[in-house]
């Protein structure tokens, strides 16, 4: 037996089960990775009471007024990025609603930054651009749950009365203890060692789903099961929005077109024809 210093890995850093991948036939590499996948849900469903202790409170602040930061560094904050950026288009929400924050700036998106997560200090400095109130809610995005950058964003604005939550993939971990409504899946050792971009990365992004998607049906975004305030940015989304007025309204397509494109949006076209339909 050696002498010398003795650590304890985390669960995200803890070898693969599977060795000399690169002896594996492709059929064998894409069927272990499936298998491995195949576990994510059962993480993320461990976790649902976690993820909805957060979310009720988050949509009692956005009702007020109040904002969601998402703080994260190399994956974890490109998946961040990604959720907010989808709910303007989505839901018809202003662009700040929802915030995705990486360390390292925009250019981090495609390109590692060095020592960009190192900093415990600057994400705080970077909300505090935006003018951060009690009402707001950060939540931090970390596999590991040891990113200083995210950890330190989150440890001041719960010192300074936000919501605070995180997403992460090791129980314990340094986040958590720090976050006020901690989310924890517990994914596992990654198909190759360390990469969390894979089932790490996977319950983040599914876990992100779901809170921002039952937060915009809560404050009204969804009618029905359908994107009623969804933008008109291509011809798809028009021709989607129109199937939706002729179905809620009984038009006919040319009408329903006309219709959609003068008011803007689905729920605009259904509140402006039935004003204009209510009976003397």
């Known amino acids: ?9 985390t669960i995200t850093e803890t070898p693969s089960k599977f060795s000399n991948l690169e002896k594996m036939s492709v059929a064998e590499l894409i069927t ?11 993480a993320v469903k461990k ?22 930061f998402y703080l994260g560094a190399g994956t974890s904050g490109r998946l961040g990025v990604l959720d907010a950026s989808e709910l303007p288009p989505t839901f018809g929400v202003p662009e700040n609603l929802v915030i ?26 970077e909300l505090l651009a935006f003018n951060v109130r009690p009402v707001d809610t950060v939540i931090g995005i970390a596999a590991s749950g040891t990113t ?31 976050a006020e409504f ?5 994914v596992g050792p990654e198909f190759v060692t ?26 009204g975004r969804v009618k029905g099961n359908k994107m009623v305030n969804m933008q008109l940015t291509n011809a798809k989304l028009v021709a989607r929005g129109t199937r939706m007025l002729m179905e809620e309204l009984g038009l006919e397509q040319t009408e329903a077109r006309e219709l959609l494109l003068e008011a803007g949006s689905v729920k605009k076209a259904i509140d402006s024809y039935r004003r204009r339909n209510i009976p003397d």
Do not use: Y
């Open 32 to 42: 272990s990775i499936n298998r491995e996948d195949a576990k994510v849900h059962l």
């Open 100 to 125: 995705g924050m990486i360390a390292g700036g925009d250019v981090a998106l495609r390109k590692a930054v060095e020592n960009a997560e190192d900093d415990p200090e600057k994400a705080w400095e």
């Open 1 to 9: 037996m050696t002498g010398g210093t003795k650590f304890t890995l």
């Open 148 to 178: 200083p950058w995210v950890i330190g964003g989150v440890r001041k604005a719960r010192e300074a009365g936000l919501l605070t939550g995180c997403i992460t993939c090791n129980p314990g971990s340094e986040i958590a203890r720090t």
């Open 182 to 186: 901690p989310i924890e899946a517990i």
């Open 47 to 68: 976790a649902l009471p976690q993820i909805e202790q957060l979310v009720v409170r988050i949509i009692e602040r956005m009702k007020k007024g109040g904002r969601v």
């Open 194 to 219: 360390g990469s969390t971009r894979l089932k790490a990365g996977t319950a983040q992004k599914m876990i992100l789903n779901m809170i921002t998607t039952t937060i915009m049906i809560k404050l």
